[in-house]
T-cell receptor, first 116, second 110 residues
Framework: DARVTQTPRHKVTEMGQEVTMRCQPI?????VFWYRQTMMQGLELLAY????????DSGMPKDRFSAEMPDATLATLKIQPSEPRDSAVYFC??????????????FGPGTRLTVT | QKEVEQNSGPLSVPEGAIASLNCTYS??????FFWYRQYSGKSPELIMF????GDKEDGRFTAQLNKASQYVSLLIRDSQPSDSATYLC??????????FGAGTRLFVKA
C-alpha cells in the first residue's frame, strides 16, 4: 500500500531555531506539494514541484522558508529562523499529472510544528 | 485571486439521508476538480475527481460538475455517522496549481 511518509510527525522548537521537515512521495508520482494548515487559514499551498523542478513557491515567506527536492524520493521544507506564527500542521502530498489533468493528491500524515 | 468557495457548515443530516455539499470556483481555466475528506486531526484523503460536465458516481458518492455555472457538488447517499468529517473541494488550475476551499463540516446524526 503506497503512502506518502513525513518526518518528524511532531516538532517542538524554540523561536529562532532551524526546522527541517522531510517527505518521501509515492514512487512514480511526478508532482510534490507542501501545504500548511491552521484553523484560521485553512489549507495553504506553500510550494510545489513537477519532476523535481520547483514550479511555484509563491505561497512561502521567501526570507525564512525554502523547499527542495534533492532526489525523486525526498522533498524537504526548511524554516530558518522559525517564529511562533509558523506553528501549524505541514502536509506533504504527491500526485500524478498527465498533460494538463491531475488525478488528485495523496497526503502524508503531516508534521505538527509548535514554535515557542 | 483565484478562489474556491464552500459553505463552512456545519451541515447536519440524519443517518441514511443524502448529504449534499457544494462548491464554486472562480477560475474558468480550471480543468480538474477534486473532493477530499478530512477527519479531525488527520490528513486530507482523496475521495473523487471529475473533469467533465455531468455526474460521476463511485459507490455512495456522486460528484457533479457544471463548468458553465462554475459549480461542483458532492452527494453522499445513505449517509453514515462515519461520514462525519470536513469535506474539501479543490480545483486544479493552469500550471498544475491546486486551490482548496476552506471545507464544509458534515455531521451525520445516528
Amino acid at each position: 500500500d503506497a503512502r506518502v511518509t513525513q518526518t518528524p510527525r511532531h516538532k517542538v522548537t524554540e523561536m529562532g531555531q532551524e526546522v527541517t521537515m522531510r517527505c518521501q512521495p509515492i514512487l512514480g508520482h511526478n508532482t510534490v506539494f507542501w501545504y500548511r494548515q491552521t484553523m484560521m487559514q485553512g489549507l495553504e499551498l506553500l510550494a510545489y514541484f513537477r519532476n523535481r523542478a520547483p514550479l511555484d513557491d509563491s505561497g512561502m515567506p521567501k526570507d525564512r522558508f525554502s523547499a527542495e527536492m534533492p532526489d525523486a524520493t525526498l522533498a524537504t521544507l526548511k524554516i530558518q529562523p522559525s517564529e511562533p506564527r509558523d506553528s501549524a500542521v505541514y502536509f506533504c502530498a504527491s500526485g500524478l499529472v498527465s498533460g494538463s489533468l491531475g488525478t488528485g493528491q495523496y497526503f502524508g500524515p503531516g508534521t505538527r510544528l509548535t514554535v515557542t | 485571486q483565484k478562489e474556491v468557495e464552500q459553505n463552512s457548515g456545519p451541515l447536519s443530516v440524519p443517518e441514511g439521508a443524502i448529504a449534499s455539499l457544494n462548491c464554486t470556483y472562480s477560475d474558468r481555466g480550471s480543468q480538474s476538480f477534486f473532493w477530499y475528506r478530512q477527519y479531525s486531526g488527520k490528513s486530507p484523503e482523496l475521495i473523487m475527481f471529475i473533469y467533465s460536465n455531468g455526474d460521476k458516481e463511485d459507490g455512495r458518492f456522486t460528484a457533479q460538475l457544471n463548468k458553465a455555472s462554475q459549480y461542483v457538488s458532492l452527494l453522499i447517499r445513505d449517509s453514515q455517522p462515519s461520514d462525519s468529517a470536513t469535506y474539501l473541494c479543490a480545483a486544479h488550475t493552469g500550471g498544475f496549481k491546486t486551490i482548496f476551499g476552506a471545507g464544509t463540516r458534515l455531521f451525520v446524526k445516528a
